[in-house]
């Protein structure tokens, strides 16, 4: 059905992400796997488009969260490996055969399960086992390797075909933690070589762009796929080619036009209050759009190539901005919330500054919740 436009849109370059893709192959080295990390509908880009067009680069890993978005990318096409971060339910566990899927264990109870399943489907089912190597997180304790390599040697129908960890700091290039870390999962590794054909991995952004040495067989990039350094700033020399680009942009439009009087209260409470007179914009976005409320009293947008600070409250779809500076602003005008407008650009970091947050979450709250449209799509003319 053919639906009106939202006011706010996410538009995402699809080429600036084959580009990024092809840089982070060139810097992780030829011989190295990149397995695109597309969960959270791929940072908020959209998952299948995403997908298709780090396909079409010749990506053939893919990692999600959940097992709903692996069936998801199958049913689209995607083909290679699809690795399921977090296993799945009992009831569920028919889905990874059919969709052919590669479930990450982190327990005996599950393993157990789904090598009995994969003997009731006559088939031997590849699984990636996940160890805790100082994360503090989601994986298996070092110390129980030696049981799962002998489990997967005793049970029918798994094959433990890869062993991943991941990393906590590898966003801090002066920490030493990860170098640490990787020498105990290099162990891990060995441990679980000995006895099986296992790929290793555990190198996410941080880890392919500043622990280049760890990336082993495969690396697991997320953030750097969307033209974002982790730890928000590029922290290595780099020629300005070979820079990453941000894919998404969040632009929307001036509703209103008013001026009022010194004195005046804007937006909900009142907690901003005019002190000459003032022409304000109002902006059809707010916190459901993922523009959120405490980025009051700090966000900058760009209008007329210009930035111009929000006054008042945000509310759940409008907020407003103080244009007195902008003379020529009218309704119908672009605004660029994250983008480039003219010489300015507003990052997803600076963003992510404004709320005490990373662009990680930005780009999730922003894409996940606005209308997305794409550039560089290989099946439209633009
Ligand atoms: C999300 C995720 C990544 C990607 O991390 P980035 O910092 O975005 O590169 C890698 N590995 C695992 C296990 C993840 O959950």
Known sequence: MNLPHSHNIVTVD??????????LQKRAGKNVQLMAMVKADAYGHGMLEVAQAL?????CHFAVAELVEGVCLRQAGIKGQILVQLGCELSDIQFLFDYDLTPVVVSQVM?????????DNGLVLDVHLKVDCGMGRLGVSPHEIDEYVNLFSDLPGVRLS?????????DDPHSNQSREQFQEFRTVCQQVQKDHDAICHIANSGGLLYFTETCGDLA???????GYYPGGVQAFEQVPEDRLTPAMRLETQVVQVKAVAAGTGISYGHTFVTSRPTRIAVLPIGYSNGYLRRL???AQVLISGQRVPIVGRICMNLCM????????????DTVVVMGRQGDEF???DEIASWMESISYEVLCLFGNNNERRYLNRLDEKE
């Open 14 to 23: 699809l080429a600036a992400l084959a580009a990024n893709f092809r840089l």
């Open 55 to 59: 396909a079409v680069e010749g990506c």
């Open 111 to 119: 393993l157990r399960l789904l090598s009995r399943a994969a003997v």
């Open 162 to 170: 890869g062993v991943m960890s991941h990393f906590p700091r590898a």
């Open 220 to 226: 697991r990039p997320g953030i750097s796929l969307y």
């Open 296 to 298: 009051a009293g700090q």
């Open 321 to 332: 901005v103080d244009i007195t500076d902008c003379p020529d602003v009218a309704i119908g």
């Open 346 to 348: 507003i990052s997803a």
